[in-house]
C-alpha cells in the first residue's frame, strides 16, 4: 500500500513505519525532514491529518463510554434505591402486619431543618395527590422518625421525635410504665411525667403506646440511657436516645392512616 505526499508524490506505507522503528543516525537529516511532514507531531501532511481524524474518534468513543458509565451507574442507583424502599415496607410489615400494604407509602427526604433546637423537621417527597396527610405518622423501618406536619400536593414536612414540641406517648417495653416524649437536643429525647420510683432500667426500649397517641402502638421510639432522674412532684424525667435518627435517614415510610394513626 502507498500513502500520497504532499506534492501529490507518493510513499509506501511500510517506509513511513520503518521511519519510526529507526534511530535518528540511521537516516540523514534531510531524510529525516523530508518524513517529518507525513508523521504526527510534524507540519501538517497526510499522515499528521489521519492522526487528528483518529483523535477525534478517540474522543467520540471516550464520551460514549462514560455516557455508558454514567447510565449503569444511574440504573444502579435507581436500584439500590428500590431495594431500599422495599425493604423498608417489609420492616414496617412486620411490625404492623394489621395495616394493609396500601395504606404504606415509601418516600425520600428531600431536605432537613435542624437550624434551630426548637425545630427538627424534614421534607418528603410525597404530598396529598399520594394521599399524605397531616397527623400521619413517619417510620423508617420499625422506628418512629416523626409526624406529618403540613402536606402538600408533591411533599410534605414532617416534625421529627427530636422537636420539642412533638409529644409521643411511649410505654416501658419491658417494665409497660408509661411516659411522654419529646425532643431536647442534642440529639436525645426528654421522658417525663413517668411516675416516680417506677421500674425503668438503662437499655430499657420504649415504644408508642399509650391512650391518646397518634400512632399505631408497638413502634420503637427511643432506649432509656443512663443518667440522673430528676424529679418533680410526684414524676420523674428521664432522658433517651432515639431509635431513629433523622440526620441519618434517607427514606421512610408514610402510614396513609385516618385520624393520624388511629
Same mark, same amino acid.
Given at each position: 500500500?502507498?500513502?500520497?505526499?504532499?506534492?501529490?508524490?507518493?510513499? %509506501?506505507?511500510?517506509?513511513?513505519?520503518?521511519?519510526?522503528?529507526?534511530?535518528?543516525?540511521?537516516?540523514?537529516?534531510?531524510?529525516?525532514?523530508?518524513?517529518?511532514?507525513?508523521? %504526527?507531531?510534524?507540519?501538517?501532511?497526510?499522515?499528521?491529518?489521519?492522526?487528528?481524524?483518529?483523535?477525534?474518534?478517540?474522543?467520540?468513543?471516550?464520551?460514549?463510554?462514560?455516557? =455508558?458509565?454514567?447510565?449503569?451507574?444511574?440504573?444502579?442507583?435507581?436500584?439500590?434505591?428500590?431495594?431500599?424502599? =422495599?425493604?423498608?415496607?417489609?420492616?414496617?410489615?412486620?411490625?404492623?402486619?394489621?395495616?394493609? =400494604?396500601?395504606?404504606?407509602?415509601?418516600?425520600?427526604?428531600?431536605?432537613?431543618?435542624?437550624?434551630?433546637?426548637?425545630?427538627?423537621?424534614?421534607?418528603?417527597?410525597?404530598?396529598?395527590?399520594?394521599?399524605?396527610?397531616?397527623?400521619?405518622?413517619?417510620?423508617?423501618?420499625?422506628?418512629?422518625?416523626?409526624? $406529618?406536619?403540613?402536606?402538600?400536593?408533591?411533599?410534605?414536612?414532617?416534625?421529627?421525635?427530636?422537636?420539642?414540641?412533638?409529644?409521643?406517648?411511649? $410505654?416501658?417495653?419491658?417494665?409497660?410504665?408509661?411516659?411522654?416524649?419529646?425532643?431536647?437536643?442534642? *440529639?436525645?429525647?426528654?421522658?417525663?411525667? $413517668?411516675?416516680?420510683?417506677?421500674?425503668?432500667?438503662?437499655?430499657?426500649?420504649?415504644?408508642?403506646?399509650?391512650?391518646? &397517641?397518634?400512632? %399505631? =402502638?408497638?413502634?420503637?421510639?427511643?432506649?432509656?440511657?443512663?443518667?440522673?432522674?430528676?424529679?418533680? &412532684?410526684?414524676?420523674? *424525667?428521664?432522658?433517651?436516645?432515639?431509635?431513629?435518627? %433523622?440526620?441519618?435517614?434517607?427514606?421512610? $415510610?408514610?402510614?396513609?392512616?385516618?385520624?393520624?394513626?388511629?
Amino acid at each position: 500500500m502507498v500513502r500520497r505526499l504532499r506534492g501529490g508524490a507518493l510513499v %509506501p506505507l511500510a517506509l513511513v513505519a520503518l521511519a519510526t522503528t529507526l534511530t535518528p543516525e540511521a537516516w540523514g537529516h534531510r531524510s529525516r525532514a523530508w518524513l517529518r511532514g507525513l508523521l %504526527p507531531g510534524g507540519p501538517p501532511g497526510a499522515l499528521g491529518a489521519m492522526g487528528a481524524m483518529g483523535c477525534e474518534a478517540c474522543g467520540e468513543a471516550a464520551r460514549r463510554s462514560l455516557a =455508558a458509565e454514567s447510565a449503569l451507574a444511574e440504573e444502579r442507583e435507581l436500584r439500590l434505591a428500590a431495594e431500599s424502599r =422495599a425493604a423498608g415496607l417489609s420492616a414496617v410489615a412486620e411490625v404492623l402486619p394489621e395495616v394493609p =400494604a396500601a395504606l404504606r407509602l415509601a418516600a425520600e427526604v428531600t431536605l432537613r431543618d435542624d437550624s434551630s433546637p426548637f425545630s427538627r423537621t424534614i421534607w418528603i417527597d410525597r404530598g396529598t395527590e399520594q394521599g399524605v396527610a397531616e397527623g400521619q405518622p413517619v417510620l423508617s423501618g420499625r422506628a418512629l422518625v416523626g409526624r $406529618v406536619l403540613a402536606a402538600g400536593p408533591w411533599t410534605a414536612q414532617v416534625r421529627t421525635v427530636l422537636d420539642p414540641r412533638l409529644a409521643v406517648r411511649v $410505654v416501658d417495653g419491658r417494665s409497660r410504665v408509661e411516659g411522654v416524649a419529646r425532643g431536647a437536643g442534642a *440529639e436525645a429525647l426528654r421522658v417525663d411525667l $413517668v411516675r416516680r420510683g417506677a421500674d425503668v432500667a438503662e437499655g430499657d426500649p420504649l415504644v408508642t403506646g399509650g391512650p391518646g &397517641g397518634f400512632a %399505631p =402502638a408497638g413502634l420503637l421510639v427511643g432506649r432509656v440511657t443512663r443518667n440522673a432522674r430528676r424529679t418533680y &412532684g410526684d414524676h420523674e *424525667e428521664l432522658e433517651a436516645a432515639p431509635a431513629a435518627e %433523622p440526620a441519618l435517614v434517607d427514606r421512610v $415510610v408514610v402510614l396513609l392512616l385516618p385520624e393520624g394513626g388511629r
